[in-house]
């Protein structure tokens, strides 16, 4: 059945004619350096390669660099808003009737004559909150009896 000068080779039920190799040989163009490269390069970009050859792995090595190592030379514009803290240290804190407390420091009041304390607690929260209005005010004071702060209840308008 197969005869030793016949020059064929048969493998798996197919047969190979060493001496008829034009059909079979790359054209030059495809062969030379540069059309290897592009070949490679047009493969990364239509991600061709299988999962797990070499080509692959350099494909998402490549990947990984960019994205941990890109934002160290590009920037993207990403940082968070910062928050700049109300300017007297106001805090807010929910109570158990649904409504807000609003906890400011004593630094934030000027104890003037004339000056109504009611009307200074109002002018700091009512930017916070919009219109409110003052149900009742606390003030917490220290063990020496200095005023730290006031605990203002407010209802909305």
């Not at 808003?81 to 158990?96: A, K, S």
């Not at 004339?114 to 009307?119: F, K, L, Q, V």
Request: net charge neutral; proline share 6%; charged share 20%.
């Amino acid at each position: 059945m197969i005869r030793p000068d016949a020059r064929i080779c048969y493998h798996m039920n197919s047969q190979i004619d060493w001496q008829r190799s034009e059909s079979l040989t790359a054209h030059p163009a495809a062969s030379s350096p540069m059309g290897a490269i592009w070949r490679t390069i047009r493969g990364y970009i239509l991600w061709s390669y299988e999962r797990g050859s070499l080509h692959y792995d350099i494909m998402v090595t490549l990947i990984l660099l960019f994205v941990f190592v890109s934002p160290y030379y590009i920037n993207f514009n990403d940082k968070p808003v910062e928050r700049n803290p109300h300017p007297t240290g106001l805090v807010v804190i929910p109570d158990q009737q649904g409504g807000l407390i609003y906890q400011i420091p004593a630094s934030a009041i000027t104890l003037d004559k004339g000056i109504d304390i009611r009307r200074q607690l109002l002018h700091i929260i009512e930017p916070i909150s919009g219109a409110v209005s003052i149900s009742r005010y606390e003030v917490s004071k220290d063990a020496s009896g200095h005023v730290q702060s006031y605990k203002v209840w407010v209802d909305k308008e």
